[in-house]
């Protein structure tokens, strides 16, 4: 289900990984679709069979086309690692660079995000749209735009993890650990906003929260012809759950995109797409990355991904 404007307050669910297999046909839209560019989430990895690699199978079997799965890693470990740890302006820095050296990718592409890998792919956006290759439309699922007010929760809840969870945490801001730790540098306490503001080398940057703006940002953005920003339902792993809907979470209530002035203002080119008619939100009714095939055959691949207008209306008019 998509819609145009978010309201629902937070909701709480479980961490897990469930793509369940399903059968493969034939897609139901037009002939032209983009080749696709993907990112995978916290803890996995490209090509995984039994994670986001199944979703790039089923994409090339399903749609015909060229799909690019992001790897940070040299090899399924050091991708997996490298979700962890690092320097995400260094790994967006370098998949800018790689995307233009990819010649299936020269006339444009659609791209999709899971989890963290959906902010990833906005700043690719954000930062690299005007020098190409071209990025159409950018569906992100569970991902986190507006930050997470504490690290994200482990997979299994031993005392060791939640310690490490606390500390990091509690120490995100300090040069060490935002050079090092990628989920601290989209982490957006909302009791520490000027430490946050000062010393996050990434989110605050991507979503020109602070006093110098940078134009290009909103321009790139602004250039989509499709941000869809899904939400799941039952989501405790992205905390709060609406930031994939780019709401914060400021200490007291969640505030809504709209009466953000990251909205308001229009500081990264969202109003101006919500304005058009091309900022679509929807929820996956699951907890976070426990989606289907079939769900996001039906969600994504066949709504966003499964034929390009203007290429159709290019074709029409020769």
Known sequence: MARRFPLTLSALGLLAWAIAPATISAPSAGPFPLPIVIWHGMGDSCCS????????????????????????????DADVRSSYIGNINDQVAKVCNDLKEIPELQNGFNAVGFSQGGQFLRAVLQRCQHTGPRMHKLVTL??????????????????????????????????????????????????????????????ADINNEREEKNEQYRLNLASLEKLVLFRFTYDIVVVP???????????????PMPELALFKEDWIGLKELYDRGDLIFGDCPTGHMTFTWDWFKTNVADEYLAANPALEEWADAV
């Open 49 to 76: 069979p039994m994670g986001i690699g199944h979703i790039a199978d089923n994409l090339r079997k399903y749609l015909g086309v060229y799909v690019y799965s992001i790897a940070t890693g040299d090899g399924r």
């Open 241 to 255: 759950r609406d930031s994939s809907w780019f709401s914060f979470f400021d200490g007291t209530a969640l505030i």
């Open 142 to 203: 569970g991902s986190q735009h507006e930050g997470v007010q504490n690290m994200p929760g482990c997979i299994v809840h031993t005392a060791g993890c939640k310690n490490i969870q606390k500390w990091l945490t509690h120490n995100a801001y300090r040069p060490e650990v935002q050079e090092k730790w990628i989920q601290a540098q989209f982490l957006k306490d909302p009791y520490r906003k000027a430490e946050y503001l000062n010393s996050s080398i990434f989110l």
